[in-house]
T-cell receptor, first 118, second 112 residues
Framework: DAGVIQSPRHEVTEMGQEVTLRCKPI?????LFWYRQTMMRGLELLIY????????DSGMPEDRFSAKMPNASFSTLKIQPSEPRDSAVYFC????????????????FGPGTRLTVL | KQEVTQIPAALSVPEGENLVLNCSFT??????LQWFRQDPGKGLTSLLL?????REQTSGRLNASLDKSSGRSTLYIAASQPGDSATYLC???????????FGSGTQLTVLP
């Protein structure tokens, strides 16, 4: 398997523009996670999906952020309008949740998208 | 809310040394604890996962332990090599939540 695929790898945009980040999870995985990593705040969960359904979006910073998962093999994270403080590395991860507790599921991370908002 | 702390933030050792990285967490009701490695400009690679019912896990030169009662986990790296240089992050999963709470990481440099 190719692992988790993210695109683009780098994105530079101007404040106010719309940004769309894309993720293809590992085939067969049923959970997908979007994280943001910054020097100040480290790795933070933004939202996660289970079986394509958003389960917890409490980490989404504000209404400018939205995420979708139209099918099991694709997810998007959109920022509109973007602001300089959104500059960060955005990671997508996927896992296979087996059982109710999920005590054994390992998350596999993509290479990340480095976003710079000028 | 779970808080995960890693000390030290950075560590530099000569090649061949055995070393221990520390991770502490405030809520002991965890489902598992994972250790990840992150190379500069790259994503995270899972190294070891310890379930709440386990005390330790081993993979090659790596050994991770878990003490839920004290809220601590350690990652032991034997005979360190320059290729081990990276940032090591621990993360806990608690309750029925699927998300992980990450520590801020320890940046390890192994000098040749």
């Amino acid at each position: 398997d190719a692992g988790v695929i993210q695109s683009p790898r780098h994105e530079v945009t101007e404040m106010g523009q719309e940004v769309t980040l894309r993720c293809k999870p590992i085939s067969g995985h049923n959970s997908l996670f979007w994280y943001r990593q910054t020097m100040m705040r480290g790795l933070e969960l933004l939202i996660y999906f289970n079986n394509n359904v958003p389960i917890d979006d409490s980490g989404m910073p504000e209404d400018r952020f939205s995420a979708k998962m139209p099918n099991a093999s694709f997810s998007t994270l959109k920022i509109q309008p973007s602001e300089p403080r959104d500059s960060a590395v955005y990671f997508c991860a996927s896992s296979f949740l087996a059982g109710a507790s999920g005590s054994t599921d390992t998350q596999y991370f993509g290479p990340g998208t480095r976003l710079t908002v000028l | 809310k779970q808080e995960v702390t890693q000390i030290p933030a950075a560590l530099s050792v000569p090649e061949g040394e055995n070393l221990v990285l520390n991770c502490s967490f405030t809520d002991s009701a965890i489902y598992n604890l994972q250790w990840f490695r992150q190379d500069p400009g790259k994503g995270l690679t899972s190294l070891l996962l310890i379930q709440s019912s386990q005390r330790e896990q081993t993979s090659g030169r790596l050994n991770a332990s878990l003490d839920k009662s004290s809220g601590r986990s350690t990652l032991y790296i034997a005979a360190s090599q320059p290729g081990d240089s990276a940032t090591y992050l621990c993360a806990s999963k608690e309750g029925s939540a699927r998300q992980l709470t990450f520590g801020s990481g320890t940046q390890l440099t192994v000098l040749p």
